[in-house]
């Protein structure tokens, strides 16, 4: 029986990242299937945004299902009536060193402590106020918005909020 170890035991982020894919073999690839869904437009009234409240990391698994989560909700509103951007990336390899549990055994194998450990999944670091996800959208959409990033929300690890900016301040902004 393999001991399998869950995604709160990768959330906490220590030491250095473990990035140089040249160096890592077998890195495994990003379960994200798609960073842009939707229409793109330059006619959305609203921009949402989700942002981290705390530090962690969220793995590649976890990105998707909030992606898949929120696309699911916003389906509701048409295709052409919003775009969805996933703005982060798991580049951040993590490693397991796989302890296993034998039929006859009464305990866990101990062996090699702080061993080093084979890549198993991928994870991006975020920070207090990191943009995990953005939602351009018309304004008679903002309800079914707000609940998709509501859904959303609940597949990450962190806790999360949401701001919402109207675009034409943002368009203001970048020319000014």
Known sequence: MMVELKGRNYREIK?????RR???????QTKIAKFSVGTPSQDYDLKLELRAKGRAQIRHNAIEAARVAANKKLSEIGEGNYHL?????PHVVLRENKMIATAGADRLQEGMRRAFG?????AARV???TLILEL????ESLGKAKEAFKVAASKLPIK????????????LEEKG
């Open 15 to 19: 030491g250095m990242p473990y990035v």
């Open 22 to 28: 040249e160096f890592i073999p077998g890195a495994p």
């Open 85 to 89: 951007l996933v703005k982060i990336y």
């Open 118 to 122: 084979k890549p198993i999944g991928l």
């Open 127 to 129: 920070e207090i106020d």
């Open 136 to 139: 351009n959208m018309k304004k």
């Open 160 to 171: 999360t909020y949401m701001r919402e900016i109207p675009l034409k301040q943002v368009l």
